[in-house]
């Protein structure tokens, strides 16, 4: 069904380090990723017909920080624009949907986050269900402790596979050492969640006559879907992800050989159900950058993903590739990108 | 990032949330006020928590109570060694997905087990209600079945629960941003510093460390000192209304004061000894500074613009005449 869809391409991307604590606003990093897409491209800001924005006003406890977010993408002339409250993941697929209605022939896709200011267990325990769970404060790093147990349980993983996706992460890190250490959520280990930390990616979208126009080697986005499971645990089959493996499907995955894959794993486990549900054998690069374990940008982790891929295949070092974001506990809901180079 | 003479600042966002619970979910609540759990049967599953819907088909489902539990078996845990502030124990425990005595699939809660070595899967726990309940998933949590004792008889007849109450509270902690450490560090010593764009020349108070029209970063070389004293841009009447958090009863005039020598107006300023009917656009005024020693920058955050009345005593009519108000139109804000 991808192929029914206007083609779209990234002609630009853009990608601040993780910062442990980034010393400045958030608007900040959005103007860092912002100026470098516009050299890049050569564009003017105003010839950008769409912006969006993915963020999250909680996770730095600024209120309407989004709308100061504008400022980074320059707060003249008026901005055409549109904001998630999700990861940049989401925006991205916003833009791309609206560049199929026609119209449009450029889109700014931005995801930032500045997570060093507050307790990322307590802000994410907002994201689950408000009578049944929140009270309870039920944060990411348990609720993936409780995926991580299932997924032993089942005989699906073991904890040594936990720590070799943590330790292709962490340069010089052994699995053998890893397992030495504490644990901290069991049976995850500090090692295995990703420290959340702060940044922005964003990339420039182009269509038609435009992708031509542009300077540089444009990367087709060739099928891009997302889907979701419940917000109830006890409903989900916690050792495998259906809506990845649907996604997978909605994007065209299989239809043609996979060279690299970049999956949003914020905690290692999560590397074991993706393999599986994306149908990634052990001959696909999974996280060549080193994945989030590694720099964890929170709102920008699975734009970033993209950003990777795409870097990739413009470079020449892969011709098709899968970028991969989620949102909420236990990879609740799942986001898949194609990306394939020039034919 | 050191910042001699300024801790890093501390926010603490707070909202009171009130939902109403709808039919079902006000059952199950209602049935843990009473001291029992209740699940919902769908087609041939009982659900715990009770659902709205049917969870294979999405189709509405109404409630069908079933009493379950009060044991239940571990169907999945982790140990939270570091327990958050919001969890329901201070001390570490377990969150687990336990299936109770009745239903089909698991239902996420707490369990206080004393070490990870009394967690298993498979493992039998009994539920242990609090004394004191209101209605909600936190009047209860679960232990090893062995710690358990034979829940109390449920207490029947009481109102039926149809809203939840729960105050939100995040803490943040963060150094303050670089420009804002230098503005504040200014207003302690009583200077108000702003940024100049190098490239429009514009100078914004307090600065952003960016010039958000021209999209381009500003640092400590791009800091100039501007007046304390300027001309009334904007203002307006705040009579105060009732909210969470409010300390204001009398009514008082917000300002935005356009300051000599800079382009954009501070804004968020208290005005409490300049009457209404005197108060006006065009208006100059000038700062009378608290004494050193007495200035507060801590309502000052990365965030907010407002917090001048920790710094400055009073605003004054400088008697100058007013102001070309035609001029201001650009400062409305």
């Not at chain 1, 979208?205 to 435009?210: Q, S, T």
């Not at chain 1, 087709?220 to 645990?233: P, Q, V």
């Not at chain 2, 004792?149 to 963060?174: D, F, H, I, K, R």
Request: aromatic letters at 6%.
């Amino acid at each position: 069904m991808s192929h029914d869809f206007r083609p779209v391409a990234v002609v630009a991307t853009a990608l601040t380090p993780a910062y442990a604590s980034f010393a400045g606003p958030e608007a900040a990093l959005v103007m860092t990723c912002v100026n470098e897409l516009l050299e890049t491209t050569g564009l003017r800001r105003e010839e950008v017909e769409f912006t969006i924005a993915g963020s999250c006003d909680y996770l730095g406890g600024t209120p309407f920080s989004f709308v100061m977010n504008l400022e980074g993408v320059g707060a003249w002339p008026p901005v055409y624009e549109s904001h998630v409250e999700m990861d940049g993941a989401w925006a991205l697929f916003e833009a791309w949907l609206r560049l199929q209605c026609g119209d449009v022939d450029t889109a700014l896709v931005v995801g930032s986050g500045r997570a060093s200011a507050g307790r990322q267990r307590e802000v994410f325990a907002l994201q689950t269900d408000p009578y049944t769970m929140t009270p309870l404060g039920t944060d990411p790093v348990s609720l993936a402790g409780i995926q991580a147990r299932a997924l032993l349980d089942s005989g699906r993983a073991t904890e040594a596979d936990f720590a070799a996706a943590a330790a292709r992460a962490l340069p010089g890190a052994s699995v053998e050492e890893l397992l030495k250490a504490d644990y901290w959520c069991d049976p995850l280990r500090a090692h295995d969640v990703a420290a959340p930390a702060d940044g922005a990616a964003a990339l420039i979208l182009a269509a038609g006559d435009r992708v031509r126009e542009l300077p540089g080697t444009p990367v087709w986005i060739t099928g891009m879907d997302h889907r979701i499971e419940s917000h109830h645990l006890g409903l989900r089959d916690l050792t495998s992800s259906p809506s990845a493996a649907r996604a997978a499907r909605g994007a065209g995955v299989h239809e043609g050989p996979v060279d690299v894959a970049e999956l949003m794993v914020v905690h290692s486990p999560e590397e074991v159900v993706l393999r599986a549900a994306l149908g990634l054998d052990e001959a696909v690069p999974v996280n060549p950058s080193g994945g989030p374990l590694a720099g964890n940008p929170v709102m920008a982790t699975g734009l970033a993903r993209v950003v990777e891929v795409a870097r990739r295949i413009a470079a020449g070092d892969a011709r098709r590739g899968l970028a991969h974001a989620s949102s909420g506990p236990c990879l609740q809901q799942n986001l898949v990108a194609v990306l394939e180079g020039e034919h | 990032m050191p910042q001699p003479g300024l801790p890093p600042m501390r926010t603490v966002l707070e909202y009171p949330y009130t939902r109403t619970t709808g039919p079902v979910i006000g059952a199950f609540l209602t049935g843990i006020r009473d001291g029992r759990l209740l699940g919902g049967r769908i087609g041939a599953q009982v659900r715990c928590p009770p659902l709205e819907y049917d969870p294979g088909t999405g189709a509405p489902a109404d409630l069908d109570p079933v009493e379950v539990g009060p044991c239940g078996t571990v169907s999945s845990w982790t140990w939270v060694r570091e327990p958050t502030a919001s969890h329901p124990f201070r001390h570490p425990f377990a969150f687990a997905l336990i299936v109770p005595d009745g239903a089909s699939t698991g239902f996420l809660h707490a369990v206080d087990a004393g070490g990870p070595e009394r967690m298993s899967t498979g493992m039998r726990v009994t539920i242990r209600f609090k004394e004191q309940r209101a209605g909600a998933v936190t009047d209860f949590w679960f232990v090893p079945e062995e710690d358990g004792a034979e829940p109390a008889p449920p207490v029947e007849g009481g109102e039926p629960v149809t809203l939840t109450e729960q105050p939100l509270s995040l803490t943040y902690t963060e150094p303050y941003h670089p420009h804002r450490v230098r503005f504040l560090t200014g207003l302690l010593e009583g200077v108000v510093t702003g940024q100049r764009s190098p490239v429009t020349g514009k100078v914004y108070v307090p600065g952003r460390g960016y010039d958000h029209l021209e999209r381009t970063l500003m640092t400590e070389e791009h800091d100039v000192v501007v007046a304390d004293r300027g001309t009334v841009s904007s203002f307006t009447e705040i009579t105060p209304v009732r909210y969470h958090g409010q300390k204001e009863t009398e009514p008082y005039i917000r300002a935005s004061i356009l300051l000599d020598g800079s382009d954009s107006p501070i804004t968020g300023v208290d005005i409490r000894t300049i009457p209404l009917a005197e108060f006006r656009v065009g208006l100059r005024l000038r700062a009378v500074w608290k004494p050193e020693g007495e200035r507060d920058i801590s309502a000052f955050d990365n965030r907010s613009t407002g917090g001048w009345e920790g710094v400055i005593d009073r605003w004054e009519p400088t008697g100058e005449p007013d102001a070309d108000t035609r001029a201001l139109e650009e400062h409305a804000f």
